[in-house]
């Protein structure tokens, strides 16, 4: 019995959920782009589906007037994370650093967020759940990380207090 219940554990465990595939849902208009431009900043984000079929988020960030960011924003209908531990992204940025971001509901004025690097080639990045903590402009929150059951939107951002060009291509996000 207890091999049994071992391999159902590492089958349930090995499984995922895809939440973003640019090859089978290559809707840009459920994406919004937020810039700096909402307080008073000068960055410029942009989003489109490439020939390949990828999601790519791309722009310039400016520091004028005190900006600094652009994100790019999905809102989904509100899904369970149990049994997942992690989001998975499959991305090709250009060596900068951004943040994905999660609410747990969308109306919240906080996200859950996680830095990750690139590299200039196709990687696939993980990232655990619980290791989300919770920051709103650029300041982390005195609450606990990640621990919610559920997700309403996901975000990529970029914010690196430079002025710069960036661009990520996305391919899937997933749970798992």
Same mark, same amino acid.
Not at 12 to 30: A, G, R
Not at 55 to 62: A, E, L
Not at 64 to 82: A, D, M, P, Q, V
Not at 117 to 128: K, L, V
């Given at each position: 019995?207890?091999?049994?219940?071992?391999?159902?554990?590492?089958?349930?465990?090995?499984?995922?959920?895809?939440?973003?595939?640019?090859?089978?849902?290559?809707?840009?208009?459920?994406?919004?782009? *937020?810039?700096?431009?909402?307080? =008073? %900043?000068? #960055? @410029?984000?942009?989003?489109? &589906?490439?020939?390949?079929?990828?999601?790519?988020?791309?722009?310039? *960030?400016?520091?004028?007037?005190? =900006? %600094?960011? #652009? @994100?790019?924003?999905?809102? &989904?209908?509100?899904?369970?994370t149990k049994p997942y531990s992690k989001i998975v992204l499959r991305v090709k940025g250009d060596g900068k650093t951004f943040q994905f971001r999660i609410k747990t509901k969308a109306s919240d004025y906080y996200s859950f967020i996680s830095y990750f690097d690139t590299s200039g080639d196709w990687e696939t990045i993980e990232i655990s759940l619980n290791e989300m903590?919770?920051?709103?402009?650029?300041?982390?929150?005195?609450?606990?990380?990640?621990?919610?059951?559920?997700?309403?939107?996901?975000?990529?951002?970029?914010?690196?207090?430079?002025?710069?060009?960036?661009?990520?291509?996305?391919?899937?996000?997933?749970?798992?």
């Amino acid at each position: 019995m207890q091999p049994l219940c071992l391999l159902i554990i590492a089958l349930i465990t090995m499984q995922s959920y895809t939440l973003v595939d640019f090859q089978q849902n290559s809707n840009p208009e459920n994406w919004t782009i *937020v810039d700096d431009v909402v307080m =008073g %900043g000068r #960055s @410029s984000g942009s989003f489109y &589906i490439s020939d390949e079929g990828y999601g790519v988020f791309q722009g310039s *960030v400016s520091l004028e007037n005190n =900006g %600094g960011f #652009s @994100s790019l924003r999905y809102r &989904i209908k509100k899904i369970t994370t149990k049994p997942y531990s992690k989001i998975v992204l499959r991305v090709k940025g250009d060596g900068k650093t951004f943040q994905f971001r999660i609410k747990t509901k969308a109306s919240d004025y906080y996200s859950f967020i996680s830095y990750f690097d690139t590299s200039g080639d196709w990687e696939t990045i993980e990232i655990s759940l619980n290791e989300m903590y919770p920051a709103f402009r650029g300041r982390t929150l005195n609450i606990p990380n990640f621990s919610s059951g559920t997700i309403e939107e996901l975000a990529f951002l970029i914010v690196n207090k430079k002025a710069e060009s960036f661009k990520l291509e996305i391919a899937t996000i997933s749970l798992k």
